[in-house]
């Protein structure tokens, strides 16, 4: 399995402390995460969010990133963020790659 960041960000308006419907959402989403994330094949590493900043990065194991976009879907949290989802490396494997190259 691959290693993804999603990276969040909503409006002031849309944020959760600010509106209510969107309050909800988290609270149905909180509950209902780690079933939808089973189901379709990934694992929940982290979350971690910046309040004020209005922005959030969720990290997860998974077999494709086409499996995260449906998650993020089916799990609401597409319908007030952007999200964008990335492949990560930690920072051991960059070194190795980088160290591939040197030794190409």
Known sequence: MTLYGIY???????????????????YKSQEKLKGATEAIGAKLIARYHSGLEHTWLWVF???????????????DAASFNSCRIVPLLDFDQLAARLRELDNA
């Open 8 to 26: 969040g960000e909503h409006t002031i308006a849309d944020c959760p402390i600010n509106n209510k419907e969107n309050r909800q959402l988290v």
């Open 61 to 75: 194991e998974s077999p494709d990133a086409a499996r995260l976009e449906e998650l993020m879907i089916k799990n």
